[in-house]
């Protein structure tokens, strides 16, 4: 089994590049939720990734709604701003899946609240202007401490 990182509706191809190389170097799955706003082969997206697309375990849905109805009944932690549990106060297991929406707007915020149970965040001052980090440091912040909490299974 492995992890699994869901990007819906990714807008910033080196964005996904670097969440595609993370996937490769942690033999984690990367999942794509169209509508993506560029093109796979897109130069920046294979430069972010470098080297590393042969290696990475790629799925495309073609949507959220098909994603989750293929995905149904797996645990799933969708990673949010707005999340009222901290990424930390979970127990993360081999198989789970972690979601992140659009780098400009987030997840749906009507898919947040049918799944308020598993809404997590990263911790952030209040007293910034920051709405959020990067998406490429936040899924890496997340699936890291994933991986830490299940003993980095085949990457020691």
């Known amino acids: 089994m492995a992890l699994h990182v869901v990007l819906v509706e990714p807008e910033i191809p080196p964005n996904t590049g670097n969440i595609a190389r993370t ?3 942690t033999n984690s799955v990367l999942h794509l939720v169209e509508p993506l706003g560029f093109r796979i082969d897109d130069k920046s997206v294979r430069r972010a990734g470098l080297d590393y697309w042969p290696y990475v375990k790629l799925k495309v ?4 709604e098909a994603f989750m ?4 009944g797996r645990r799933m932690f969708l990673s949010t701003t707005k ?3 901290l990424y930390t106060d979970f127990s993360y297991q081999d198989g789970d899946m972690f979601l992140f929406g659009r780098e400009t707007r987030g997840l749906p915020r009507d898919f947040i609240a049918a799944h308020r149970e ?7 001052s209040e007293n910034t ?3 959020s980090l990067n998406l490429a ?3 890496n912040i997340v699936l ?8 980095f299974p085949s990457l020691l």
């Open 23 to 25: 996937c490769a170097a």
């Open 137 to 139: 440091n936040s899924a």
């Open 83 to 85: 999340g009222e549990h």
């Open 69 to 72: 109805e293929e995905y149904q």
């Open 118 to 124: 598993h809404a997590i965040r990263i911790p952030m």
């Open 61 to 64: 849905h073609e949507s959220l």
């Open 144 to 151: 890291f401490e994933a991986l830490r909490q299940i003993g």
């Open 129 to 131: 202007r920051l709405r």
